[in-house]
């Protein structure tokens, strides 16, 4: 692993506990769909790879399956092994996308959510070909947050996000990146999109903000300002203690050939 993706994997330790707290889970309807389309059925041992906390690797667990969660990050690793540790299905694995250490032709499915665009994708579609079986299919799924709704708090958060998070224009439908295109190969992969929501209360939003990588720090200069102004967009817009951010789950399913 390089020097470059191991910073990459390293830079989410110092998020790991408001990562684990505050992060939207997947749709409810990603293993429906799973099931309906690629005929996913408890009996197929899945691999999650970057497993992070576990919020993808619990979809799964719920379903049935044996899931073997990959994580080389520590903090977060641990984090997945207190949440998901005592279901007797769950398999917490030291390992990465590159070299995940799982046997060959061992996994039916392999998943992997927000992690996907760290990994170095020309070992990892090596490595990701040999564990699957013959067949096995590869699913990558992850949230992004639904603008179109219009509501005048989200278009307040956006600002927020832009000036705070990441200042690049926000689409109101994703690009899929050709990387991905390449990796499954020309014409082998399906996508689809699934609604999603988390209701926010002033903590959940505030941890959901810090458990971005991007998040200034506690000593940077503006943290105070971020959290001052992101409490203030609250208070504006909760009904009942609660502001809802929607999403919507990005599915991109496929053989890998």
């Known amino acids: 692993m390089s020097e470059t993706i191991a910073e990459n ?40 790879i970057g497993c992070g906390t576990g919020l993808l690797a619990e979809s ?38 590159e070299a995940t250490t799982l046997d060959t032709s061992s996994i039916d499915f392999i998943t992997a959510g927000q992690a996907f665009h760290w990994f170095n994708h020309v070992p990892t579609r090596k490595e990701f070909r040999r564990i699957l079986v013959p067949g096995g299919l590869l699913v990558l799924a992850w949230n992004f947050i639904n603008y179109s709704h219009g509501s005048e708090f989200l278009e307040t958060f956006k600002h927020f996000w832009q000036k705070y998070l990441d ?55 503006d943290y105070s300002e971020m959290l001052a102004e992101l409490e203030g967009i609250f208070g504006r817009y909760q009904q009942n203690g609660l502001v809802i951010i929607t999403y919507r789950t990005i599915v991109i399913y496929g053989r890998l050939v």
């Open 167 to 221: 200042p690049r224009p926000i689409p109101v439908k994703p690009k899929r990146p050709e990387y991905i295109d390449r990796f499954f190969g020309e014409g082998n992969l399906q996508e689809e999109f699934l609604d999603n929501y988390q209701e926010n209360d002033w903590e959940t939003l505030r941890g959901r903000i810090l458990s971005a990588s991007t998040s200034p720090k506690p000593d940077d200069a």
């Open 60 to 97: 799964f667990l719920e379903n049935g399956n044996v899931v073997y969660g990959v994580e080389p990050n520590d903090a977060m690793r641990a984090y997945a092994e207190e949440r998901l540790g005592s279901n007797p299905l769950f398999r917490s694995i030291v390992g990465t996308a």
């Open 9 to 48: 994997y390293e830079r989410f330790s110092r998020v790991a506990d408001n990562y684990a707290r505050y992060r939207p889970r997947y749709s409810a309807d990603l293993v429906p769909f799973l099931n309906r389309v690629c005929g996913l059925r408890p009996n197929h041992a899945v691999a999650d």
